[in-house]
């Protein structure tokens, strides 16, 4: 008996030793581009020209972050997609939050055929040119709001959200009314504080994939100024002479190529790696709550 739970402790280590060394390999491959990335924007530019492949390198700087934010062209991509993160989130928020109110109250007439018009936007899609024909209709090509219009709302976050508002009791609505309050203050006053875990959740999402916005601004959008960074980030990677940045002093001499490359990129990431620390307790809390009580 004792050899036997001798045995079976010795072989859950032994487990457990390899899971931790297979879960440590695989976290060091994964955090090991950002840390590249991360070191070879922070090094000195001669020091990197001398070595080309540096890890741990002697001399810091901060000079292809400084040469990027003396650009004209790369502070204001970065303003397009803060100003797409923003007005966007905000938008769709508001018609997500609205549709998905008015879907989970059973008073509300043609509930079920526009439930059914949502799921149809989950299950199939346009494709590319019908939906470049309805922005180019719009007269909305070469408009920042290509970006926010066609995507305003997304049919699996009305679903859940619908999900989350089903837990609310609707018992609220009904004193709010005998109050004489109306659909629009009871939603404005009353649900929408309570639902503030379900907004910080889906806000995030939204707000990630404004700020990565590419694809659409790579078609709808024809005016550089209007591009967002993940635009200009793009024509660096591919660009090596990096053309469209122009320091405003002309004396300023630009760094390697590379280096401003990865500066860029972590200049791109920093912001959505901020955001997640301070929403983590309200995203889990808005992820998790209708789903359970749904």
Not at 121 to 138: E, K, Q, W
Not at 139 to 161: E, F, K, Q, R
Not at 201 to 225: C, E, K, R
């Amino acid at each position: 008996m004792g050899r036997s739970l001798t045995s079976a402790g010795i072989a859950d280590r032994l487990f457990q030793g390899f899971n931790v060394a297979v879960l440590g390999l695989l976290a060091l491959v994964t955090c090991f581009p950002f840390y590249y990335v991360l070191v070879v924007s922070l090094t000195d530019p001669a020091e990197f020209l001398q070595k080309r492949w540096v890890l741990f390198p002697d001399n810091w700087s901060l000079a292809a972050y400084q040469y990027l934010l003396s650009t004209k062209a790369f502070m204001r991509s970065v303003g397009n997609s803060a100003y797409l993160a923003t007005v966007g989130t905000a938008c769709s928020l508001i018609v997500t939050s609205a549709l998905a109110y008015a879907l989970s109250r059973r008073r509300m007439r043609g509930r079920r055929l526009i439930m059914l018009l949502v799921l149809l936007t989950i299950l199939f899609s346009p494709g590319i040119i019908p939906a470049y024909m309805l922005v180019r209709h719009l007269g909305l090509i070469d408009s920042t709001w290509a970006l926010i219009l066609p995507g305003l709302a997304n049919g699996w976050s009305v679903l859940l959200m619908k999900a989350f508002f089903d837990s609310i009791p609707a018992e609220l609505d009904e004193s709010a009314a005998m109050d004489g309050s109306n659909d629009i203050r009871t939603f404005a006053s009353i649900i929408l504080p309570l639902s503030l875990p379900a907004l910080a959740a889906f806000g995030l999402f939204y707000a990630v994939g404004y700020w990565n916005q590419f694809f659409s601004a790579l078609i709808y959008l024809n005016d550089s100024a209007k591009w967002p960074i993940q635009v200009l980030l793009r024509n660096m990677l591919i660009d090596a002479t990096n053309t469209d940045l122009e320091a405003y002093d002309v004396s300023t001499q630009p760094p390697p190529s590379e280096m401003l490359k990865m500066a860029a990129v972590m200049i791109a990431t920093i912001p959505v790696i901020l955001v997640y620390p301070f929403l983590q307790k309200h995203f889990a809390k808005g992820a998790m709550v209708g789903s359970v009580k749904g």
